[in-house]
Nanobody
Framework: QVQLVESGGGSVQAGGSLRLSCAASGYASSIFCMAWFRQAPGKEREGVAYNSRGGTTRYADSVKGRFTISRDIAKNTMYLQMNTLKPEDTAMYYC?????????????????WGQGTQVTVSS
């Protein structure tokens, strides 16, 4: 019903920046909340940030002040601007979405997932 495709990942040096994009297609008008998750090798998938259709945002403590989530409703696209990247930010980054009535950074809350885009930050 909803398809999500991430892009914008790559390799950068510590302190650098990347901007990730997530394009939604299908029944995108049903989406209330979109979020970014990440998963490093050997670790659990964790919530990074979310953005509601009304513009409410939340961030994981580890990325506050460095990452900015935004959403272009007309384009059905969500972005994650990542600045001052650190090696510990290295992970596969996933876009997620739900039609639920609220947002959270819990992966169980989301119905739709993209395939991920790799972010690698070297020291």
């Amino acid at each position: 019903q909803v398809q999500l495709v991430e892009s914008g990942g790559g390799s950068v040096q510590a302190g650098g920046s990347l901007r990730l994009s997530c394009a939604a297609s299908g029944y995108a008008s049903s989406i209330f909340c979109m979020a970014w998750f990440r998963q490093a090798p050997g670790k659990e998938r964790e919530g990074v940030a979310y953005n509601s259709r009304g513009g409410t945002t939340r961030y994981a403590d580890s990325v506050k002040g460095r990452f900015t989530i935004s959403r272009d409703i007309a384009k059905n696209t969500m972005y994650l601007q990542m600045n001052t990247l650190k090696p510990e930010d290295t992970a596969m980054y996933y876009c997620a979405a739900t039609g639920g009535s609220y947002c959270s950074l819990l992966k169980s809350h989301f119905d739709y997932w993209g395939q991920g885009t790799q972010v690698t930050v070297s020291s």
